[in-house]
């Protein structure tokens, strides 16, 4: 019934190939900073043209060469750069049109549908649903689509039993409402028109990662079935390797992980195909987001640890999860979403991925993809440069020891978790960006700072001496339908959650649990001005669920109260079984909500928190030395003063930022101006 005829020869192929990449050199990136790095610089130019050639060799003095193209884009950017790291980029758990026809529809992943009212046989282009809005809100959605891709719709039939029988199913696409009645085109990608009974049979809408992208089921409910009774995780890593290795690339980077989903409201995905929506979760459990892990795992398999495995993941609220499998991540539009009031979660989450992750070498990186006056003339409010946006992600990236690509938005309403292939095109602007910053100005030197001579340093100095939660006390809530025991040993609070509603949104169970002060909480916090939050917390990491068990999978902790910012979501965190010390800066809003308030319910587990201090000021600065340069950051509300060794320094001279970049001497101190970043080399 589907045609997997190719599919069981990439399997072969798979069986062949995997000895080799197993077995290859291990990896290393460069040891001298910067690693400058381009990301789909050739994407809107056709391979082998004129154009394409010349920017090839633009990418020369680049250490990393991320997403060059498909096919015979790959293979020409491979064969100039025999000795370059050269990544893929794919989309996590997106199927392209071209593997429509060839994926088993058990694997994809399905929003909550609806039975079949009427008895169709395979010539009526008519169905009736029990439920019309369990297929589509209205016929304007309808049309919104159609003018992206074909609104796609799966029949399955239900066994004895009431359960799926993917043996018959069937793609369908709608054309049209006509009141009860959905006009459709059958037997679409493979498919065959069948019969289906009335209350036998289910319909439902396709989750889908972009426009043109189905999405496979990745959860740890995933039904088995196809060629070799796969699961979608390990059926997508099979495909995933082959690519690799087609490519002859170092790695993949998965784009846009989830944990949960974008606008889950509106994608009442159905990971268990029980017609009820439950976002992802099961029994208190993401088996989506856990899922992932058996992507990663199975990959790993297959590449060995000398290949790259990366994923796109920006928070902890929305990325994916796990230290084991992955050398790391990529932050898109760093920090979150080029919100910088966020930034320090942002390089937060940042440096627990470079420090956590387990596979060598790690490769965590924060991606600015934003507008500039440099590449895109734009400009602030006040009509001051933007550039200071590229100035803060180049120097995140060498603070943490890590490469950092560039590209240029036309706006900072970008959000790469719900962009989609249309407003990407529309707002980005991709190619070769030649920052002074990367090759140190006029000294032409792409390695210009060279090796770390320590680790970066963090200075509190900004942060004001008086603890304003002092003498706050904290009491344990549960809302209703969560059950969690709760205890307090001296300043140690901890929360085991036990139960969580099912079938709620996830931004509902955040919170569902959580600790606050018991007097109503601090509330005298001035809108606009800026506080560090200090804690300790430390998180169950271990989980056991779908027979299976995975290790060093943080849990999240949300923050919430005044401190929500533009973006109206909770602070997030990663809380794994160590004890770490967070310190979270942020811009208090104009609210009276309590604060802080410390949210343990995303998963059923144990969460324990304790130290927990406020004070007002900032605590992002940061400092890191290298063999032949300084690298400043102040993300701060204010000026920072930075006493340095006398006479041993001057600032970068370049053309594209000469107000910074001047080339003039540095007596024995610089300032840093707030929410900037300042790269001085040695005389």
């Not at 054309?175 to 059958?186: G, H, L, S, Y």
């Not at 099912?502 to 601090?522: C, F, N, R, T």
């Not at 001005?529 to 943080?554: C, I, M």
Request: proline share 6%; aromatic share 12%.
């Amino acid at each position: 019934m589907y045609p997997f005829k190719k599919y069981t020869y990439s399997l072969i192929l798979l069986i062949l190939f995997s000895t080799s990449i197993a077995t290859a050199t291990p990896l290393k990136i460069p040891e001298s900073y910067p690693i400058a790095m381009v990301f789909k610089a050739s994407k809107n130019l056709k391979p082998g043209g004129s154009a394409f050639k010349k920017q090839l060799n633009e990418q020369e003095p680049y250490a990393w060469i991320h997403a060059p193209g498909p096919g015979e884009k790959s293979a020409m950017t491979r064969k100039q750069f025999p000795n370059k790291i050269i990544t893929l980029q794919k989309a996590y758990g997106g199927i392209s049109e071209d593997d429509f026809t060839g994926i088993w529809p058990g694997h994809l992943l399905y929003k909550a549908g609806t039975l079949l009212g009427k008895d169709i046989s395979p010539n009526d282009n008519t169905i009736f649903v029990q439920d019309l809005n369990r297929v589509f809100k209205s016929k304007k959605r309808i049309n919104k689509v159609n003018k992206k891709a074909s609104l796609a719709l799966i029949i399955y039939a239900l066994d004895e039993k009431g359960k799926p029988d993917w043996s018959r199913a069937e793609h369908i696409i709608v054309d049209a409402v006509d009141n009860q009645k959905i006009v459709v085109k059958r037997g679409q990608w493979g498919t065959k028109p069948l019969s289906f009974q009335a209350g036998k049979a289910v319909v439902a809408p396709h989750m889908m990662f972009w426009s043109h992208q189905w999405q496979l089921n990745l959860s740890l409910d995933s039904p088995r079935g196809g060629i070799g009774n796969l699961t979608a995780a390990e059926w997508f890593a099979q495909l995933i390797a082959k690519r690799i290795s087609d490519a002859k690339a170092d790695g993949v980077e998965f784009d846009v992980g989830r944990w949960t989903w974008g606008y889950p409201e509106a994608n009442p995905m159905d990971v268990n195909n029980d017609l009820i929506p439950d976002y992802g979760y099961i029994n208190g459990v993401n088996s989506f987001g856990l899922g992932g892990q058996v992507l990663f795992r199975e990959l790993r398999k297959i590449v060995g640890p000398d290949k790259i495995i990366q994923a796109d993941s920006n928070d902890a609220m929305s990325g994916v999860r796990g230290w084991h499998y992955l050398n790391g991540i990529q932050m898109e539009a760093f920090p979150y979403a080029n919100d910088y009031d966020r930034f320090s979660p942002a390089f937060l989450h940042l440096r627990l991925w470079v420090n956590n992750a387990e596979a060598l070498p790690k490769v965590s990186y924060p991606f600015t993809k934003t507008p500039t006056t440099v590449f895109a003339n734009v400009r602030m409010p006040d009509g001051s440069k933007t550039d200071f946006h590229f100035r803060v992600g180049f120097a995140s990236a060498c603070l943490v020891g890590m490469p950092h690509p560039f590209a240029s938005a036309k706006n900072t309403k970008f959000d790469p978790a719900n962009a989609g292939v249309e407003s990407e095109d529309k707002n980005l602007q991709f190619g070769v960006f030649n920052w002074d910053e990367y090759h140190g100005g006029d000294l032409n030197d792409w390695h210009w700072l060279g090796r770390p001579q320590g680790p970066a340093q963090q200075e509190l100095n900004d942060l004001d001496k008086t603890d304003l939660l002092a003498k706050a006390s904290w009491q344990w809530t549960s809302e209703h339908g969560f059950v969690a025991d709760t205890t307090q040993v001296g300043g140690t609070y901890s929360a085991n959650v036990k139960q969580i509603p099912s079938g709620i949104l996830p931004e509902k169970m955040w919170a569902g649990v959580h600790l606050a002060p018991k007097d109503g909480g601090l509330k005298t916090l001035a809108a606009g001005r800026e506080y560090t939050l200090v804690f300790e917390a430390q998180g169950s990491d271990s989980w056991h669920y779908a027979g299976q068990n995975f290790d060093r999978v943080p849990r999240m902790t949300t923050i919430s109260g005044a401190i929500t910012g533009k973006a109206k979501k909770p602070l997030s965190i990663l809380a794994d079984s160590e004890w770490r010390t967070y310190h979270i800066s942020f811009i208090a809003d104009q609210s009276h909500l309590p604060t802080p308030v410390f949210g343990v319910a995303e998963q059923i587990g144990k969460t324990e928190i304790r130290n927990i201090k406020l004070y007002a000021g900032g605590a992002e600065r940061w400092s890191r030395e290298f063999e032949k340069g300084l690298v400043l950051l102040n993300m701060t509300n204010d000026p920072w003063r930075v006493a340095v060794r006398k006479n041993y320094y001057k600032r970068l001279k370049g053309s594209q930022a000469p107000e910074i970049n001047n080339g003039q001497p540095v007596e024995n101190e610089v300032i840093i101006p707030a929410r900037d970043a300042l790269f001085l080399v040695k005389r």
